[in-house]
């Protein structure tokens, strides 16, 4: 007989989904809805882990989204690493990445986030658009 009762860890897992939709969601659903704008990015990377639990990486995040009333993509290229507790990583904005209204931008960007900011990453951004 087959039986759909999930497992110890898979109802683990369904309420931490639960958890983070109602803190990190909900209060925030209703300004996307309304605006139609969702702030995107992605990150691509190659990472080296070392025995002892740290890590060097290098990569590329595209970001969609808006930068006060200027809105568009762009692209940043860095490398950081992970001491075991906080990663770090420096980057700098792709010459000719922007696109729509940050188009000619430039600049560096940095992140250093810990376990406690997961899943979002601080990014502290220094910008300019021609």
Do not use: N
């Not at 990472?47 to 990486?57: I, L, P």
Request: no cysteine; aromatic share 10%.
């Amino acid at each position: 007989m087959i039986s759909f009762e999930l497992s110890d860890e898979q109802k683990e897992i369904r309420d931490w989904v639960h958890s983070f939709a109602e803190k990190e969601i909900r209060p925030v659903a209703h300004q996307y809805d309304e605006s139609e704008e969702f702030p995107e990015a992605s990150w691509d990377a190659l990472t080296f882990w070392a025995s002892d639990g740290t890590a060097s990486y290098v990569g590329l995040m595209r970001v969609v989204g808006r930068i006060g009333e200027r809105s568009g993509s762009f692209v940043l290229r860095g490398g950081g690493s992970y001491d075991g507790a906080r990663a770090r990583i420096d980057l700098t904005v792709v010459p000719g990445s922007g696109t729509g209204e940050l188009a000619g931008i430039r600049g560096t960007a940095t992140s250093l986030s810990t376990h406690q900011d997961y899943p979002f990453m601080p990014l502290a951004l220094d910008y300019d658009v021609e």
